[in-house]
């Protein structure tokens, strides 16, 4: 009896640290921001412009000491570009990225979602939405029309890659 409960146990033991090995360990992520003052050089003419401009980094952060810095397009690359710690949220999955940018009659609202693929997270779904304000003349009010669609990425685009394609990902 004494030796069927010991193999029993074992057995137990056994089954237990099976599971424990096959689990995905999930991976936890955090975002913080930081701006760097880039001094523009003088003109042709040697005229000193005082003109700065703010360019952005995000780093992402994993719970396992792996990090990617992404470097964000500016106001001017992207037509009023904004992004700041509170556009970075984790999710179950992953994280997501939310980026709101336009001017005049339309502005964007794009969230970018990650999650982790071959060991990197990696973007694999992108929800825009396309807010088209146009006057009133009747009323003197602004109208607005918004449209959703949602993009699934094929190929998955790893977060190593992401620096070069975000521009290009922007409003489409």
């Given amino acids: 009896m004494k030796k069927q409960i010991t193999i029993m146990l074992l057995l137990l033991a056994l089954l237990f640290a099976s599971q424990a090995m096959t689990e995905k360990t999930k991976?936890?992520?955090?975002?913080?921001?930081?701006?760097?003052?880039?001094?523009?050089?003088?003109?042709?003419?040697?005229?000193?412009?005082?003109?700065?401009?703010?360019?952005?980094?995000?780093?992402?952060?994993r719970s396992d000491g792996e990090a990617w810095e992404l470097e964000i397009p500016s106001g001017e690359e992207v037509k009023n570009l904004s992004f700041d710690e509170s556009n970075f949220e984790e999710t179950d999955d992953g994280f997501l990225l939310h980026f709101n940018w336009g001017g005049g009659r339309y502005f964007w609202s794009e969230t970018f979602f990650f999650k982790e693929s071959d060991g990197e997270p990696c973007l694999y779904k992108i929800e825009s939405?396309?807010?088209?304000?146009?006057?009133?003349?009747?009323?003197?009010?602004?109208?607005?029309?918004?449209?959703?669609?949602?993009?699934?990425?094929?190929?998955?685009?790893?977060?190593?890659?992401?620096?070069?394609k975000l521009p290009k990902l922007l409003g489409q």
Avoid: H, Q
């Fill in 27 to 61: 991976m936890n992520y955090t975002g913080k921001v930081s701006w760097e003052e880039i001094y523009l050089p003088p003109s042709d003419d040697g005229e000193v412009l005082f003109l700065t401009e703010w360019r952005c980094y995000l780093l992402i952060s």
């Fill in 129 to 164: 939405r396309l807010t088209e304000y146009t006057l009133n003349k009747k009323t003197g009010d602004f109208d607005d029309e918004t449209d959703t669609k949602v993009r699934m990425i094929a190929p998955l685009i790893k977060l190593s890659d992401f620096n070069e």
